[in-house]
C-alpha cells in the first residue's frame, strides 16, 4: 500500500468498510472495531488518520502497531488474519493500515475477561461498530458451519414474505406483534437466511431482514 492508496482510502471517509484512529491510546476500544470488520466483510483500521480526514501520523510506528498486535492475540475469541502497513507520510511520520478480512469463523468476540473468556460480539453497521444481537450471533454460528438448509413454508415463513412485500424488510419484533411466538420467528427466519432466501441487515436496534439479492423470490418482489 502507498500513500496514494491511502489518500484514496481517507478521501472515502469513515464508513461500512473504513475505521480511523488518531493513536492507539485505548487499544480495547479500537479492538471493537476490529471484530466489528472480521464479524461482517473485513474492512480497514487507518491508525494515525483524525476524525475529519487529517492525515498526521506518528514517529513510532512501531510502537503503535505493538500495541494494536498485543490486544489482537489477547482480546479476540479467535485468532483472525489481518495484514499490517506502513504507509510513508512524511519524512519523519508513517501511518499504520490494518486490513481485516472477514473471520472463516464467527462470530468473534471482544473478550472482557480474559480469565474466563467472556465477551461480546461487534458488528458494523454504517460507520459504527455496535453489539450484535443474539439472532445475528446464532445466524453467523450456524453459517460457519457450512451446512446445506431446505426450508419448510409454513404460517411464519408466509407472513415474513408478505410483510417484506409490502415495506421491503421485516424485523422479529414486527412479527412476535402478531402473536407469533418468539422462538419460532427466531428459528425460522435463521433457516430462511441460511437457506439464502432472506438476507440480514444489522443494525443498531431491530435488525431488518430482507429477501437475498440471489433468491429467486427477488424477481418477485
Not at 473504513?18 to 473485513?42: C, H, Q, S, T, W
Not at 409490502?166 to 419484533?173: A, M
Request: with cysteine; hydrophobic share 40%.
Amino acid at each position: 500500500m502507498d500513500l496514494k492508496f491511502l489518500k484514496q482510502l481517507v478521501n472515502q471517509g469513515e464508513g461500512f468498510k473504513i475505521e480511523f484512529k488518531k493513536k492507539a491510546a485505548d487499544p480495547l476500544k479500537i479492538m471493537k472495531e476490529v471484530v466489528a470488520f472480521a464479524n461482517k466483510y473485513g474492512g480497514y483500521l487507518i491508525v494515525g488518520v483524525a476524525d475529519d480526514g487529517r492525515i498526521d501520523g506518528f514517529t513510532d510506528v512501531d510502537g503503535e502497531l505493538f500495541v494494536l498486535e498485543k490486544a489482537i492475540k489477547s482480546r479476540l475469541s479467535v485468532k483472525i488474519d489481518y495484514t499490517v502497513y506502513k504507509v510513508q507520510v512524511s519524512a519523519m511520520r508513517q501511518v499504520l493500515v490494518i486490513e481485516i478480512p472477514p473471520s472463516t469463523k464467527q462470530p468473534v468476540f471482544l473478550l472482557y475477561n480474559l480469565k474466563r473468556r467472556i465477551g461480546k460480539p461487534y458488528i458494523r453497521v454504517e460507520d459504527k461498530s455496535v453489539q450484535m444481537s443474539k439472532v445475528i450471533r446464532r445466524l453467523l454460528k450456524e453459517r460457519s458451519k457450512s451446512e446445506e438448509h431446505v426450508v419448510s413454508f409454513g404460517e411464519i415463513e408466509r407472513k415474513v414474505l408478505q410483510l417484506i412485500d409490502q415495506k421491503g424488510y421485516v424485523t422479529v419484533d414486527e412479527l412476535v406483534k402478531l402473536d407469533m411466538d418468539e422462538s419460532e420467528v427466531v428459528e425460522a427466519i435463521i433457516h430462511m437466511c441460511l437457506a439464502n432466501i432472506l438476507q440480514e441487515v444489522p443494525r443498531e436496534v431491530n435488525d431488518r431482514f430482507i429477501i437475498h439479492p440471489s433468491s429467486k423470490l427477488a424477481w418477485n418482489t
